[in-house]
């Protein structure tokens, strides 16, 4: 099953491109300028892993419902370019959805760390990836403010160090642990090993 982004789906070279800037600036002796514009270096980085996911867009869609479309765009400039994006992410459990703050490092990672010359492997990265992108739970960023109002009102200075907001512990409680608890299916060495009990 595939869901279909909003708003005709997201231009993979530019948020490539953003994040990549946005890594250099923090990473920079001047942390505090962040830029809008993105250096050459990194258009070009974000120009090479866009051409290896277009290139892989027909077997990405077919085999992992990561849908991509080529589309031509106007510039700034009033140039018309053809660039891809992203219009599709698979379903891998009712309810639950990526992260979009996650988006741009996985598209670079899936250009990048995938082994696309070999089919096993292959399939391998695009899983971890996936994985990878899916895994972050929803935060609230309540957590820490929970924390630091325990670490004010505790007189030991030890506090309550949850790191789960409320909103989170929803999530996962009506969400994902029944999810997971209807898909799972474990092996029977994970009842002879004790990893899992029968009830």
Same mark, same amino acid.
């Given at each position: 099953?595939?869901?279909?982004?909003?708003?005709?789906?997201?231009?993979?070279?530019?948020?490539?491109?953003?994040?990549?800037?946005?890594?250099?600036?923090?990473?920079?002796?001047?942390?505090?300028?962040?830029?809008?514009?993105?250096?050459?270096?990194?258009?070009?980085?974000?120009?090479?892993?866009?051409?290896?996911?277009?290139?892989?867009?027909?077997?990405?869609?077919?085999?992992?419902?990561?849908?991509?479309?080529?589309?031509? +765009?106007?510039?700034?400039? =009033?140039?018309? !370019?053809?660039?891809?994006?992203?219009? #599709?992410?698979?379903? %891998? $459990?009712?309810?639950?959805?990526?992260?979009?703050?996650?988006?741009?490092?996985?598209?670079?990672?899936?250009?990048?760390?995938?082994?696309?010359?070999?089919?096993?492997?292959?399939?391998?990265?695009?899983?971890?990836?996936?994985?990878?992108?899916?895994?972050?739970?929803?935060?609230?960023?309540?957590?820490?403010?929970?924390?630091?109002?325990?670490?004010?009102?505790?007189?030991?200075?030890?506090?309550?160090?949850?790191? +789960?907001?409320?909103?989170? =512990?929803?999530? !996962?409680?009506?969400?994902?642990?029944? #999810?997971?608890?209807? %898909? $799972?299916?474990?092996?029977?060495?994970?009842?002879?090993?004790?990893?899992?009990?029968?009830?």
């Amino acid at each position: 099953t595939m869901a279909m982004l909003g708003n005709e789906g997201v231009d993979v070279m530019a948020v490539i491109g953003q994040m990549l800037q946005f890594e250099e600036d923090l990473n920079s002796s001047h942390p505090k300028k962040i830029t809008v514009k993105v250096s050459k270096t990194n258009i070009d980085l974000a120009r090479q892993a866009t051409t290896c996911l277009a290139e892989k867009a027909p077997m990405l869609e077919e085999y992992f419902s990561i849908k991509f479309e080529k589309r031509q +765009v106007q510039t700034v400039q =009033k140039k018309a !370019i053809r660039t891809l994006f992203l219009t #599709g992410l698979p379903v %891998l $459990l009712d309810g639950h959805s990526p992260q979009p703050h996650a988006l741009p490092i996985f598209l670079l990672r899936l250009a990048t760390e995938v082994n696309w010359k070999e089919e096993q492997p292959c399939f391998e990265g695009i899983c971890r990836e996936l994985a990878s992108f899916y895994a972050e739970a929803p935060s609230d960023n309540t957590a820490f403010l929970e924390m630091e109002q325990d670490d004010s009102n505790n007189n030991n200075g030890k506090g309550n160090m949850e790191l +789960v907001g409320e909103k989170a =512990k929803r999530y !996962i409680q009506h969400i994902l642990f029944p #999810g997971i608890s209807f %898909l $799972l299916v474990p092996s029977k060495q994970n009842f002879s090993d004790g990893a899992m009990l029968k009830l």
